[in-house]
């Protein structure tokens, strides 16, 4: 950098993540965007020197990265945990393979579950691929381990996992920034032995794999990315990631071996640091993952029966498990009632999931922002598993129970882009009749409203094709596909009878954008009119946050109000409201 001192940001895990990309001389990424990872390639996008995209999915976005690798440039893939699920058939095969420019997978776990489905722990993943697995603890090492991981993929020809988790993620500290490096794609080098995966290549290339282990264990036990930090010796404490930054905050003057690298797992140095201190503690968020190798070690130690295998750690957890007392408890605010997540106010979603309340149908769910109408008062959704599921499930619920299914799959268009083409066409394959509701708000809205192929914009808001999702339904054999408006509940209400009564695969496409697009897109903000409204809450049922309850009417009850600043114009509580109480706030009913 210029001048006598470095240029010092402060940086989220993942802008430095993303300005590691820049400083390694990455030219390609590509993600799927997913909580708490979203924010790495949004923040590429903001580097023109390095091209990027959405991709439809995770797994397209590995082999796409890698294809890249192949071609000689540094490239690098990005998704939330669940989302190596998706990628994990590339990541086996390519950890065969080995790269060409360095190949660096990002894998953002999500303890506590504070936006998943799940809260796996990842780290298993490189020792099933067999790759090396980073675990960077704040945001300068974010940055940094990312430039060495690309440096590890291009020594040891093999794909490298980045694993992070939320707090990592989200959290901020201070990033020296450095020069970025000025590096051109090597080219593509034909070798189909080693690239072309046939079993009798492959059997070849496993020998070179478990070679390959065999020397990057032994990098693990000399490398920097593993420091031991001596201190009272009475204590020692292992620990990578956020937990280290937990571990130096409750116990300060504990001896510490921080892996920076813990897979291949550093046997040697665990061994001697063991025997330098006393008693030997493990403290790792989720499974026992350093912990079952130490053990397997022959080594004594203190882990999960003292730190839980449920959610996240905290300085407080990690004091009391090494004490062995009980973890003291934050205080419960007092007075402050419960907020659960809501849809937002005029979400176009809220109309749909008030018919199929009504209608009394199975609602088979999928991952997105619809997933909160399992939530009171609509109390809708009953299954939610994984992206695309929500398809397939509807599918084997007919499969199961027949006509006696009274059962409709609800997915978002991002979603079905991402999982739901397949069992779609399963559906249609198969003669099944399933009925399937695709909610494009021409967004992915619960992360932050990404693009993806079906909005005809590219990572940086480009222009593009834009995938057309009833021409897809039909092509895949779905005959009977039709679109609605889903603030129209009427219109709603009698496509899904038809589509339910017809003996064949149905798709109705419930098409609005979503209301933070454009706040103001709807209209005026509605008021009710408290001499009509009888205080029968039929429209706080729609569980819309700009409905609340106002002055006290009939048998105590209250009714209804709306607050101004947070209606969006939608109408639906007008369209509910069986005494038209509900009204502009110039006068005259919706």
């Known amino acids: 950098m210029s001048g006598s001192q470095p240029k010092r940001l402060l940086l989220s895990g993942n802008e430095a993540i993303a300005r590691g990309a820049v400083e390694a001389g990455v030219r390609f990424a590509a993600a799927y965007p997913g909580t708490p990872s979203t924010e790495i390639l949004e923040t590429i996008a903001a580097h023109t020197e390095i091209a990027c995209e959405w991709s439809p999915n995770e797994k397209v976005a590995v082999e796409v990265a890698f ?33 060409n420019g360095g190949l660096v997978i990002v894998s953002a776990d999500d303890p506590g579950m504070h936006s998943s489905q799940n809260e796996q722990d990842n780290r298993h993943y490189a020792r ?14 974010c940055k940094d381990f990312l430039i060495e991981a690309f440096a590890l993929s291009e020594e040891y020809d ?56 065999v020397r990057l264990r032994d990098l693990a036990n000399v490398t920097r990315l593993n420091r031991v930090e001596l201190g009272d010796n009475k204590i020692g404490i292992i620990a990578s990631g956020v937990a280290y930054q937990y571990v130096k905050e409750a116990c300060p003057q504990a001896s510490v071996l921080k892996l920076g690298m813990p897979y291949p797992f ?28 130490v053990r397997a070690l022959g080594i004594e130690c203190t882990g999960k029966e003292r730190f839980s295998l449920l959610g996240e750690l905290d300085p407080l957890a990690v004091a009391a498990g090494v004490s062995g007392a009980q ?36 609602a088979t769910g999928d991952i997105g922002c619809y997933t ?35 059962v409709v799959g609800v997915i978002g268009d991002s979603t079905f882009v991402h999982g739901g083409i397949a069992p779609l066409l399963d559906i249609v394959y198969n003669q099944g009749t399933s009925t399937i509701i695709i909610l494009d708000n021409r967004t992915t809205a619960m992360t932050g409203r990404q693009d993806h192929p079906a909005t005809g914009r590219t990572a940086r808001g480009d222009e593009t094709f834009r995938l057309n999702l009833q021409a897809v339904c039909r092509a895949v054999g779905v005959e009977d596909v039709r679109v609605v408006d889903p ?44 001499e009509l409204c009888t205080a029968c809450q039929t429209c706080l049922q729609l569980g819309c946050p700009a409905l609340s309850l106002g002055a006290e009417g009939p048998k105590g009850r209250r009714k209804a109000r709306i607050v101004s600043e947070l209606c969006a114009g939608c109408h639906l509580c007008a369209r509910v409201c069986p005494k038209e109480a509900i009204q502009h706030a110039a006068g005259g009913a919706s």
């Open 158 to 213: 093999t794909p490298v996992l980045l694993r992070t988790t939320t707090r990592i993620s989200h959290g901020r500290s201070l990033v020296v920034l450095g020069e970025p490096l000025p590096l051109a794609p090597r080219g593509f080098v034909r070798d189909q032995a080693k690239y072309v995966m046939i079993p009798a290549h492959a059997r070849r290339r496993h020998a070179v794999v478990e070679e390959r282990l």
């Open 487 to 530: 603030y129209d509940l009427e219109a709603v209400e009698k496509h899904v009878k038809a589509a339910l009564a017809h003996r064949a695969p149905s798709v109705i496409i419930a098409d609005r954008p979503c209301v933070l697009l454009d706040r103001n897109a709807l209209g005026e903000p509605l008021t009710v009119d408290e």
């Open 67 to 99: 294809g890249a690798a192949l071609g000689g440039a540094r490239a690098l893939a990005s998704m939330k945990h669940v989302g190596l699920n998706v990628a994990a058939d590339p990541l086996m095969t390519i950890s065969y393979t080995g790269v």
């Open 128 to 141: 099933f691929a067999k790759v090396p697995l980073l675990e960077p603890s704040d945001s300068q090492e």
């Open 327 to 362: 973890p003291a408890l934050p205080p419960e605010p007092e007075g402050l009632p419960m907020r659960p997540p809501v849809m937002c106010p005029g979400c176009p979603h809220r109309g749909v999931f008030e018919v199929l309340r009504k209608l009394k149908v199975i």
């Open 372 to 406: 909160l109408s399992v939530l009171p008062p609509l109390r809708v959704m009953d299954t939610c598993v994984c992206m695309g599921a929500s398809i397939g499930a509807a599918h084997g619920l007919e499969m199961a129970l027949g006509d006696a299914c009274n």
């Open 266 to 293: 550093p046997g040697h140095l665990v061994r001697d640091f063991a025997a330098a201190v006393e008693r030997l503690f493990v403290v790792e968020e989720l499974d026992p993952f350093l912990e079952d190798q």
